[in-house]
Structures are given as structure tokens and as C-alpha cells.
């Protein structure tokens, strides 16, 4: 079956940078839309980014401007780069894709969770 692996969190201060990973493996035949969404203790999940097989991209309006989800397609690797971090951006941040397999139709399959804390 598909697997997502993420990584690229921590810690950060205020206005820093990091960069979050996310690796599709397994028996892949096509991958349609990969993203992030990202949920705070006691706050609904929500999306992050999301990107298309096509490179159309969207954000939520709370990131737009500071965050730029990019992909390479011959590594099955989702990236978002995350600038200008701020405290609310803490939340466990969650790679999804939707993806079909050789022997399976679409599904959508979600990484492990990374913590990212923005905190001085």
C-alpha cells in the first residue's frame, strides 16, 4: 500500500523559516493532488496548501504570502515552505494526497503528523 513520510519539523521563533517534507511510496500509478492541512489543539483540521498534478496551487488566506507548497513529481515529494512564522501557526501540520495505485481506484491517504511550534 501507499505511504506518506514526512518530515522538516520542530521548534522555531517568530518570523523564522522551516521547511516540512512529505514522500509518497509504494505501488503508485498517479498522484492527483498533494497538500498539507494542519490542526491546533482543540481547532478543526484545516487546509494549509494544496497542489496539483497540473501545478495549480491554493491556500488558505491566513498563510498566503508567507508559505509556498511546490512539488517534484519524479520524487513523489510535496514541499511547503514556511516563512515569516508566526505563534498561530503552531498546530500538528498533516501531508494528504490523493492517489491511485495500481491496483486500487483514488484514495486519499494522510502522513504521520509533524509538530511545528513558532514560539520565543
Known amino acids: 500500500q501507499v505511504q506518506l513520510v514526512e518530515s522538516g519539523g520542530g521548534l522555531v521563533q517568530p518570523g523564522g523559516s522551516l521547511r516540512l517534507s512529505c514522500a509518497a511510496s509504494?505501488?503508485?500509478?498517479?498522484?492527483?493532488?498533494m497538500g498539507w492541512y494542519r490542526q491546533a489543539p482543540g481547532k478543526q483540521r484545516e487546509l494549509v496548501a494544496r497542489?496539483?498534478?497540473?501545478?495549480?496551487?491554493n491556500y488558505a488566506a491566513s498563510v498566503k504570502g508567507r508559505f509556498t507548497i511546490s512539488r517534484d513529481n519524479a520524487k513523489n515529494t510535496v514541499y511547503l515552505q514556511m516563512n515569516s512564522l508566526k505563534p498561530e501557526d503552531t498546530a500538528v501540520y498533516y501531508c494528504?494526497?490523493?492517489?491511485?495505485?495500481?491496483?486500487?481506484?483514488?484514495?486519499?491517504?494522510w502522513g504521520q503528523g509533524t509538530q511545528i511550534t513558532v514560539s520565543s
Open positions: 494528504n494526497a490523493q492517489i491511485t495505485g495500481w491496483n486500487t481506484d483514488e484514495n486519499d491517504y
Open positions: 497542489i496539483t498534478s497540473g501545478g495549480s496551487t
Open positions: 509504494g505501488s503508485i500509478f498517479s498522484i492527483s493532488g
